[in-house]
């Protein structure tokens, strides 16, 4: 019930394209849903983090959905650029300990 | 720079060997977490603290391993007697939950430990 899986493992999008990946979680005491983009060597950093009261949240390129219903929330990156070429990782908590499950992961390679 | 730091960022040790990471969070943040991250996985909690007091261990928490933040500030994570399997990326990460909301948690470096 604690796990957060995330999908595709892999992705290669072309420059301009829009790059989209999912996750589905189970525990509904989750209430905080961040997303992290990792590149090689460095630790995570935080992109952009959603509350299920919202259904979606825009940053710039970054785009978050939220199904509640669903217990589904996915990550759209919009006019992708080589630059973005990383790895993903979605995460949820609850609000009272903070700690954060992560998905597995996702690699994306921006083709230029 | 006033993001979180990390302590060493690589070290090397032989099996049985004992070995101590630091942590500096960023100033103010009361909460500090670590995570432990294998590669092409995500990163897996370890334990956290609010200011000095130790509120969470998993059970991947061996008792090998324990960690202190003896004055809310920094925090130090030791591994006694390694194992191989304990090569790993060390991540540590703060936040301040008076702020924002309270849950945003930011990232060192990492320290990555291979164990030989």
């Known amino acids: 019930q604690q796990q957060v899986k995330q999908s595709p493992q892999s992705l290669i999008v072309q420059k301009g394209g829009i790059s989209i990946i999912n996750c589905a979680y189970e525990n509904t005491a989750f209430d905080y849903f961040p997303w992290y983009q990792q590149f090689p060597g460095k630790g995570p950093a935080l992109l952009i983090a959603?509350?299920?009261?919202?259904s979606e949240k825009k940053e710039g390129r970054f785009t978050i959905s939220f199904n509640k219903s669903a217990k589904q929330f996915s990550l759209h990156i919009m006019d992708s650029q080589p630059g973005d070429s990383a790895t993903y990782f979605c995460?949820?908590?609850?609000?009272?300990?903070?700690?954060?499950?992560f998905g597995q992961g996702t690699t994306l390679q921006v083709k230029p | 720079d006033t993001g979180v730091s990390q302590d060493p960022r690589h070290k090397i040790t032989k099996r049985g060997q004992n070995v101590t990471f630091r942590c500096d969070p960023i100033s103010e943040h009361n909460r500090l977490y670590w995570y432990r991250q294998t590669l092409g996985q995500g990163p897996e909690f370890l334990t956290y603290?609010?200011?000095?007091?130790?509120?969470?261990k998993s059970r991947l928490l061996s008792d090998r391993f324990s960690a202190e933040r003896p004055k809310g500030s920094f925090s130090t994570l030791e591994i006694q007697r390694t194992e191989q399997g304990d090569s790993a990326m060390y991540l540590c990460?703060?936040?301040?939950?008076?702020?924002?909301?309270?849950?945003?948690?930011?990232f060192g470096p990492g320290t990555r430990l291979t164990v030989t």
């Open positions: 995460a949820a908590t609850t609000s009272n300990t903070g700690k954060l499950i």
């Open positions: 959603i509350r299920p009261d919202v």
């Open positions: 990460a703060s936040s301040f939950p008076p702020a924002g909301t309270g849950l945003e948690q930011y």
């Open positions: 603290f609010q200011n000095e007091a130790q509120l969470e």
